[in-house]
């Protein structure tokens, strides 16, 4: 019973966290009992830090990148604040000052193929890894050192940590070649597997971190560009989107996500051990507070009301429909 538990929680739970890894059948790999086990228990971690703790989400974002020495050179002094912050390399490095900046420039320039101080293409990419407020700002910048070394490896790279606002981020500034000649081209699916390894290193340092993706946690709502947080921006543009997401592919991802929430709260409420099924209850109530089933509701309750013989719905009110003759009142020509 519990082997046929947890062999369902890693097929439907490696669905709803891990959804970017695409396996064929002749590559699956055969899982021994023991590892499934083992995967079940980590899988059953981030379902608790999921829909019980709430753990935060870490944020890794392209910000763009230097199209050329100029523009990269002009990166490299915005994160470390003209030299006043510390500037990481990826041999470990640590300086500081002007001298410093314009050293790490030269060496960016001419190590492996010249970059040009305008190229048509990206030369260099600036990664911001963040965590929410109060997050302890040294570990930040040590999980991110530690992402760095995985991800990053086989590229030059220099690391800033900004702790002036709110909350703690690293910038990363990496050379788009590496040293083996190959470029970075960061795709969706490496968005997703760097978010995962940065909170991977958060959580190796006993801070809570979660990397789920948005269908998982069932949100619809759209962020803001950044061109929508400036002051008029709803005035001046004539774009106009709306609030919460939709169209097929977002109806896809969360009915897929759905439906693997479905599974495991089926599995883990068939489980004999409590643990499990109190984790199963806190499943339904995680779930039932998603953007995604509060518009569901939503929607069933506007259809309901629509079926409704003789009834209509109008600013919120319940009107009684009548028929025309009955709206002209009585005949008084008699």
Sequence with gaps: ???????LLVQWGDRLFYPSIRMTASRTPVLTDAAVRQRAQVLRQRIRATVESRAPQVMVKVTGGGRGMSAIAAHLRYIAKSGRLLIEDDRGAVREGREALRAIADQW?????RIPEVSERREAFNIMLSMPTGTDARVVRQAAREFAKAELAN?????V???????????I?????????????????????WRETF??????????AEASSQATRGVSRRSLRGWERQ??????????RGEHKSGPAFGATRSSALQAWAEITKALAASPDPADRKLSKS???????????????????????AELPGMNIDRGRTVQRVSPERSRGPDMSR
């Design 155 to 159: 590229h030059r790279y220099v690391l």
């Design 231 to 240: 002051p008029g921006a709803a005035t001046r543009s004539s774009k106009k």
């Design 199 to 208: 909170a991977e290193k958060l959580r190796g340092w006993g801070i809570e």
């Design 173 to 193: 500034s990496v050379r788009a070649e590496g040293r083996d000649g190959k470029r970075l081209n960061p795709r969706k699916e490496d968005l997703h597997r």
């Design 109 to 113: 320039r001419l190590g492996g193929t």
């Design 283 to 305: 499943i339904v109530d995680f779930v039932m507070q998603t953007d995604v089933a509060r518009a569901a509701q939503r929607h069933r309750a506007a259809q309901r009301q």
């Design 161 to 171: 940590l900004h702790t002036h606002q709110a909350n703690p981020h690293v910038h």
């Design 1 to 7: 019973m519990s082997s046929t538990i947890d062999g």
